[in-house]
T-cell receptor
Framework: GQQVMQIPQYQHVQEGEDFTTYCNSS?????IQWYKQRPGGHPVFLIQ?????EVKKQKRLTFQFGEAKKNSSLHITATQTTDVGTYFCAGSTSGTYKYIFGTGTRLKVLA | GAGVSQSPSNKVTEKGKDVELRCDPISGHTALYWYRQSLGQGLEFLIY????????KSGLPSDRFSAERTGGSVSTLTIQRTQQEDSAVYLCASSYGTGGDNEQFFGPGTRLTVL
C-alpha cells in the first residue's frame, strides 16, 4: 500500500538556523498537505500543494511539491522557538480524499 | 460548533471491554476521518467517510474496530474486546471534502488507555 516517509525523524537546531524536512511517497500523489503538531496538541493545517513543481511561501516557511508529485519539502528560514513541534506531510492519490500521513519530523529549537 | 469535538477526552478501560468514541464534525463538512496516534508516533489512517458513499475502511487494524456515521454528521468509532495495544490517542478530523479545499480540521482527540 501507499507509504509516506519523512526525513529526518528528529532535528535540533539553534534559534536562527534554517530547517528542512523532506517527504517521499511510494506512489504519485494528486495533492499533498502539511500539518504542524505542537507538543500535547493536535495537528493543525499549514498548506496544500496540488500542482507539479509548485512552490508556496508563508512568511518564513517555504513549501515545494516535486515535479513527479512524489516528494515534497518544507523549509523554515531563521527558526524561532515558536516553530517547535512535529511537522507532518499527508498525501492523497487521485480519485480519493483519503490521506496517508508521513512519519513526521520533530523539530526542537534551542534558544 | 466552532470546531471538531470529541468525547470522551480520556477513557480508561480494562482489557476485553468494548469502548465507543464519539466525533462531532464541523457543520457542513462532508468528509470525516479517524486516525490513531501512539505516543510519539505518526498518524495512522483508520477510516474515511465521504458524504453518502461507502466508507473507506482500509485502515482498520482488525475486525474488532468499526465505525459509523449517522445522518452524515456524528461518527462513532467502536473498539470491541479492547487490547493493550489499542492504547493510543484517537483523532477525528473533518473537511469539506471538495476538490479545492481539503483542509482537515482535527478534534482534540480521545486518549484511550487499556489496562
Amino acid at each position: 500500500g501507499q507509504q509516506v516517509m519523512q526525513i529526518p525523524q528528529y532535528q535540533h537546531v539553534q534559534e536562527g538556523e534554517d530547517f528542512t524536512t523532506y517527504c517521499n511517497s511510494s506512489t504519485t500523489l494528486s495533492n499533498i498537505q502539511w500539518y504542524k503538531q505542537r507538543p500535547g496538541g493536535h495537528p493543525v493545517f499549514l498548506i496544500q500543494l496540488v500542482k507539479s513543481g509548485e512552490v508556496k511561501k508563508q512568511k518564513r516557511l517555504t513549501f515545494q511539491f516535486g515535479e513527479a508529485k512524489k516528494n515534497s519539502s518544507l523549509h523554515i528560514t531563521a527558526t524561532q522557538t515558536t516553530d517547535v513541534g512535529t511537522y507532518f506531510c499527508a498525501g492523497s492519490t487521485s480519485g480519493t480524499y483519503k490521506y496517508i500521513f508521513g512519519t513526521g519530523t520533530r523539530l526542537k529549537v534551542l534558544a | 460548533g466552532a470546531g471538531v469535538s470529541q468525547s470522551p477526552s480520556n477513557k480508561v478501560t480494562e482489557k476485553g471491554k468494548d469502548v465507543e468514541l464519539r466525533c462531532d464534525p464541523i457543520s457542513g463538512h462532508t468528509a470525516l476521518y479517524w486516525y490513531r496516534q501512539s505516543l510519539g508516533q505518526g498518524l495512522e489512517f483508520l477510516i474515511y467517510f465521504q458524504g453518502n458513499s461507502a466508507p473507506d475502511k482500509s485502515g482498520l487494524p482488525s475486525d474488532r474496530f468499526s465505525a459509523e456515521r449517522t445522518g452524515g454528521s456524528v461518527s462513532t468509532l467502536t473498539i470491541q474486546r479492547t487490547q493493550q495495544e489499542d492504547s493510543a490517542v484517537y483523532l477525528c478530523a473533518s473537511s469539506y471534502g471538495t476538490g479545492g479545499d481539503n483542509e482537515q480540521f482535527f478534534g482534540p482527540g480521545t486518549r484511550l488507555t487499556v489496562l
